[in-house]
């Protein structure tokens, strides 16, 4: 079992529809990081939160530390969103080692 | 522009030819970090480093050396490259730790396509 999961693997959405992509953890972690990949390959980091909720424009990303549980939602999506969405860890124990999931393709349909 | 650079983008080499790919980022950060991506398996960490000669292993460190002797390059050194040496390479830096309480994340560069034949 990979340490940092994540759900659904393929997800299509219509244009404007809210979405939300779920990563859990098996380690203990000291972040939590959000990361799309565009369809040309480049990476762009998203998020890192170890508590609460974060927001930005319409990309918001939450973390419950006792369920092990991150969820990164995107509010009236577009086109433009379609990308792989990445959720990372970084352990405990400090170290610097960043543990990744395998990645949420999303497609938005206009 | 902050960013961070590789070169080269694209190599084509063959099984123990020694190579070198370069990482240079320009906002003084001081964590940087390989990568390799690959279809399946994702993304995976080699080697990190936190400063200047401070280096550590990441998930998949086999097979590959790094340095760290300035703050703004880290070379990923493949000294005897296999064909299971074939992937996607990104270097990334950040101005902090990756462990929480910060605001800023990484910056990734535009990857290396390696091909190991």
């Known amino acids: 079992k990979n340490e940092v999961e994540q759900s659904p693997q393929n997800l299509t959405a219509q244009e404007g529809e809210f979405i939300t992509i779920n990563c859990s953890y098996s380690?203990?972690?000291?972040?939590l990081h959000w990361l799309q990949q565009h369809p040309g390959g480049g990476i762009v980091s998203l998020f890192m939160?170890?508590?609460g909720k974060k927001k930005h424009g319409r990309l918001i990303a939450t973390i419950n530390i006792q369920e092990k549980h991150s969820s990164l939602h995107i509010t009236a999506s577009h086109p433009r969103d379609s990308a792989v969405y990445i959720c990372?860890?970084?352990?405990?124990?400090?170290?610097?080692?960043?543990?990744f999931g395998k990645g949420t393709k999303l497609t938005v349909n206009p | 522009e902050a960013q961070v650079t590789q070169n080269p983008r694209y190599l084509i080499t063959v099984t123990g030819k020694k190579l070198t790919v370069t990482c240079s980022q320009n906002?003084?950060?001081?964590?940087m970090s390989w990568y390799r991506q690959d279809p399946g398996l994702g993304l995976r960490q080699i080697y990190y480093?936190?400063?200047?000669?401070?280096?550590d292993k990441g998930d998949v460190p086999e097979g590959y050396k790094v340095s760290r002797k300035e703050k703004r390059n880290f070379p990923l050194i493949l000294e005897s490259p296999s064909p299971n040496q074939t992937s996607l390479y990104f270097c990334?830096?950040?101005?902090?730790?990756?462990?929480?309480?910060?605001?800023?994340?990484?910056?990734f560069g535009p990857g290396t396509r390696l091909t190991v034949l």
């Open positions: 990334a830096s950040s101005p902090q730790r990756l462990a929480g309480g910060g605001t800023d994340t990484q910056y």
């Open positions: 380690v203990g972690i000291s972040a």
């Open positions: 939160l170890s508590s």
């Open positions: 990372a860890a970084t352990t405990q124990g400090g170290s610097e080692k960043l543990v």
């Open positions: 906002m003084n950060h001081e964590y």
């Open positions: 480093s936190m400063n200047v000669e401070v280096t």
